[in-house]
């Protein structure tokens, strides 16, 4: 049960809920899934957008190695016997053509709880983890960029608050893990140079669900998952007006995972932006994943 843990909380780990446009968005918290007090992850990703997908729903494949290069370190420990804190720093380089930019991406702040703990064996009654995340602008956002090609943009640019549900259940090699989160993102004015001068941006509410499968062998496992990101549209009033529209992609990640020894764990996986459902509104990536945890137990 405590290697499932460990690598399902790997696994979820990859899942990257933002939008992969401009650098980042709404992420899954760290969570110690297991009977650890403190976990650490850092996750290496090497990330290429594919595709554009216009709000008429019109495809254009990208040929312009829109690339980018990420570091992401996660620590979680814990508060109580029930609750848990973690923070997530992601560090980012993006290139376009000739130009790069590097530095820190939106940091994430998270309080979870231990909601639905498994006291007593059942067939179904899965594990389950509530959370509440705050997400901060703490890098440029495309309404702050001087690049004609808005390469520096590494965020969203807004604060956004969320609550979410994670829920795992293994069947000795089988096991499933589902999560749902909603979160809502607040307004800011901007001083933009690429929308000629001072705007207000209105974004609104957006949310995630994944569902994902496993399978156990020893000290490996492969699973796979599927999700669904939807935000509604950013309206924008001042130097420009615009009514905007709601952006909507499906992600599909495939991963294996391989127990070093009973405390860390190591994963590889690949995420897909662009293979499943009726994508609206965004750049769709396809990403490479190596990360390392270690946790240390009560």
């Known amino acids: 049960m405590k290697y499932f843990l460990l690598l399902a909380a790997l696994f979820l780990s990859q899942v990257s809920l933002a939008a992969s446009c ?3 968005g709404f992420a899954f918290p760290a969570l110690i899934l297991g009977d650890d007090s403190t976990q650490v992850t850092s996750t290496y990703s090497y990330g290429r957008i594919s595709d554009d997908v216009r709000e008429n729903g019109k495809w254009i494949k990208r040929d312009d190695n829109n690339l980018s290069q990420t ?22 380089q993006r290139q376009l053509g000739r130009e790069q930019s590097a530095g820190t991406g939106d940091i994430s702040l998270s309080l979870g709880h231990e909601t639905f703990p498994e006291l007593s064996f059942s067939k179904w009654k899965p594990k389950g983890l509530t959370f509440l995340q705050l997400t901060l602008p703490t890098s440029p956002s495309i309404y702050d960029s001087t690049s004609n090609m ?67 062998k020893g000290d490996y496992r492969l699973g796979t998952s599927v999700g669904m990101n939807i935000e509604e549209s950013i309206k924008i009033s001042g130097a420009q007006n615009s009514s905007g529209a709601a952006q909507r992609y499906y992600p599909w990640a495939v991963q294996g995972s391989y127990m070093l020894d009973m405390e860390s764990a190591v994963t590889l996986s690949y995420v897909d932006q662009s293979l499943l459902g009726d994508p609206n509104n965004t750049n769709l990536s396809k990403t490479m994943n190596l990360s390392y945890q270690k946790r240390w137990p009560r």
């Open 71 to 92: 570091v992401t370190l996660e620590a979680a420990t814990l508060l109580s016997e029930h609750f848990q804190a973690g923070l997530i720093i992601p560090l980012i």
């Open 22 to 24: 401009c650098g980042g």
């Open 150 to 216: 808005a390469v520096d943009s590494r965020g969203r640019g807004f604060y956004s608050l969320g609550a979410g549900l994670a829920l795992l259940k293994n069947w000795i090699k089988y096991d499933a893990n589902f999560h749902a989160e909603v979160h809502k993102s607040f307004g800011r004015s901007f001083s933009s140079p690429s929308l000629g001068g001072d705007i207000e941006a209105t974004p609104g509410w957006g949310g995630s669900l994944m569902a994902g499968i496993g399978w156990n």
